[in-house]
């Protein structure tokens, strides 16, 4: 059965900073899905990475997938207060597809 | 495609009515999922279909609790009776899976059910 870490799970950092959010998965995955809550609202679909190596980049964020270590990263750059935020990665496993999805890293950026 | 549509978007309701939460799917996907998210529980897949079938639905909590897909573009999830700590938001997902879908879900507003 996959299963889907994140940490931290809970984030402040300043405006301006770099951080990264890290996503670790216990059984191959195919593909990893990075998701952004807002309070209150529902769940928006940031990036899907494919495949191993795959760096997806968006404004601000980057996300990247190693297979071999079983780790997505989502980095953050410069931080602006709109990117507050819960953050989500998921895994599937085989063709299904179920996602598993991590508890989530609520961001605060402080100004 | 106007996204997957959910209604309705809040609810209140007294322990012990029966309670029905609807999804329409964006057209053409062929999986529809139904999650649960509390802050203690955080987010919790109930059931999924694909092509209108029930494929596992493991995360039900209780046979209070039953899901159908009777056509591509429709959905619901019963509570029957409902209790107080059914209380959380209900969200309903499709996907288009296969080799003309990269598998991303997309998520509805949300219901957000309070049972009294």
């Known amino acids: 059965e996959l299963k889907v870490e994140q940490n931290p799970l809970f984030l402040s950092m300043q405006e301006g900073k770099n951080y990264t959010i890290y996503c670790n998965y216990s059984t191959t995955s195919d593909r990893l899905y990075w998701y952004r809550q807002d309070p209150g609202k529902s769940l928006e679909s940031l990036f899907v990475l494919l495949s191993n190596g795959a760096v997806k980049q968006e404004g601000r964020l980057m996300a990247s997938l190693d297979t071999k270590a079983r780790l997505s990263t989502l980095h953050i750059t410069a931080a602006v207060h709109d990117l507050s935020a819960t953050y989500f990665c998921a895994g599937n496993t085989g063709t299904a597809s179920k996602l598993t999805f991590g508890t989530g890293t609520r961001l605060q950026v402080t100004l | 495609d106007a996204g997957v549509i959910q209604s309705p978007r809040h609810e209140v309701t007294e322990m012990g009515q029966e309670v029905t939460l609807r999804c329409k799917p964006i057209?053409?996907?062929?999986?529809l999922f139904w999650y649960r998210q509390t802050m203690m529980r955080g987010l919790e897949l109930l059931i999924y279909f694909n092509n209108n079938v029930p494929i596992d639905d493991s995360g039900m909590p209780e046979d209070r609790f039953s899901a159908k897909m009777p056509n591509a573009s429709f959905s619901t999830l019963k509570i029957q009776p409902s209790e107080p700590r059914d209380s959380a938001v209900y969200f309903c997902a499709s996907s288009l899976a296969g080799t003309s879908g990269n598998g991303i879900q997309y998520f509805g507003a949300g219901t957000r059910l309070s049972v009294l």
């Open positions: 057209s053409g996907h062929d999986y």
